[in-house]
């Protein structure tokens, strides 16, 4: 069995979720990634709630987390 590197092996939803909040904020968040979760009443839990059970979402949300753990900020910025 081939077991490439997977960036997100242990990286659960709620800490995806939580870290694009701290990093973009929810209005950020709601641009990047057009999900009625992160636009009205945004919250970690009631977003997490709908990645859940909304795969096309949640595949959104792995991708703009990559990217962000792939081009960290740079000190000062």
């Not at 490439?4 to 904020?25: C, D, F, I, W």
């Not at 949640?58 to 990217?67: F, N, S, T, W």
Request: proline share 6%; hydrophobic share 40%; charged share 25%.
């Amino acid at each position: 069995m081939n077991t490439a590197k997977n960036p997100l092996q242990g990286v659960t939803l709620e800490r995806m979720v939580s870290e694009l909040h701290v990093r973009y904020g929810w209005e950020a968040l709601a641009e990047k990634i057009h999900i009625r979760c992160f636009q009205e009443n945004p919250s970690v839990m009631s977003s997490l709630k709908f990645l859940r059970r909304t795969p096309w979402a949640r595949a959104k949300v792995e991708r703009i987390y990559l990217k962000m753990i792939k081009n960290p900020r740079r000190p000062g910025s």
